[in-house]
């Protein structure tokens, strides 16, 4: 018999108890559209994190304190601008540092709108160090740090916050008080890695004398962290080193004690985090998964059913010349389209799922580019339809040996 008639045949078998047939499709459904869903929106979120740290760079290294919960260790700053400035001047690995300290809560008003928002004191390198894009407007200059300039540059958040559609460059805003004038805009830089968007940008001297004096001791001007690119990501390594060696000796650490800084290499942070996420992903598509198990196991069930109820149909087929091996296929096509109708039905649930998370995302303000993901689609298709089959495999077998006679003496 023709595969297409034995389909015919499953279609027709399936159609004759619609209500059966939609309950053991159930558990495949539930878990395709789980699968496919969850790999597909942990592929999108895996894509976003890529970019984000993408967009900071490949060569970029952080320093920071040891103990991030203050800016001072026993009441010294343990980085200082004094760090970032020999870091220049002794690491030959070393393409550009900036260093950087903040505040958070600051308030920032412009006319009658205000808000809180990060305010950070920056060198100028920062704004290439970082890859940083200016939307329009200039960054910090060497000119501005030097005159300790009431400058500021704001992130994209805050400009379209304060000034809405209006062109804030030249615009005098108030920082905790004290009158600023906005000489530049970010380019925004998304939902991923960072809070770029959200912080203003003035010169470090200016942050100093204005925000955070008690920031300058007899140790130096303390900052928050210190970002380093290296020449190349063949030096990042080399880079380290070097870093740590003028550290150490710069803060006095002995041999074999743990300094009071740390530094991280944001290419090992973004694989670290990668390995993460594609193991959480494999968890939740695991956790998933067992709901196509449960899915195979109503398909056994409901063909062992299918096959007492038939069994004067498989005698009367056998008399007429159907062998063994014709109603082994037709039992086992049964429970194949069953699958596969349940697993397409649960291909649709996916894509309501994914569509109706991006509605959501987009909503709250973190737009999300999810889509189905074909490779997902085709192999959670194909565990199905195999799930299908292996179900269906003893009630095949069982129908396939039934004796002609006594079947077809069945009531």
Known sequence: MKLLDLAGIAVRALLSNKLRSFLTMLGIMIGVGAVVSIMSLGQAQEAEMEQAFASLGGNLIYVLPRDLGGVTIGGSPPLTLEDAEAIARQAPSVAGVAAAAQRY???IV???EQMTAIVAGVTPPYVWINNLELDRGSFITDSDDRARSRVVVLGSEIASSLFAEMDPTGQPIRIDGRQYQVIGVLETKGVG????????????PTYYATLAPDQVTARGQGVQNIAVQANSRDEIDSAIEEITAILRERHRVPEGEQADFRIINM???????GQMLGLVQRILAAIAGISLLVGGIGIMNIMLVSVTERIREIGLRKAVGAKRRDIMTQFLTEAATLSFLGGAVGVGLAWGIIQFVAAMAAG????????????????????AIFIGLVSGLYPAVRAARLDPIESLRNE
């Open 105 to 107: 809560n600051v308030q």
């Open 267 to 273: 290419e090992s942070v973004a694989a670290t985090a």
């Open 110 to 112: 412009a006319g009658r």
């Open 193 to 204: 890695f960072g809070t770029e968007d959200m912080t203003a940008y003035i010169p470090l």
């Open 364 to 383: 709250a303000g973190f737009p999300i580019d999810v889509r189905l993901a074909g490779n997902v689609v085709v192999l959670t298709l194909g565990v």
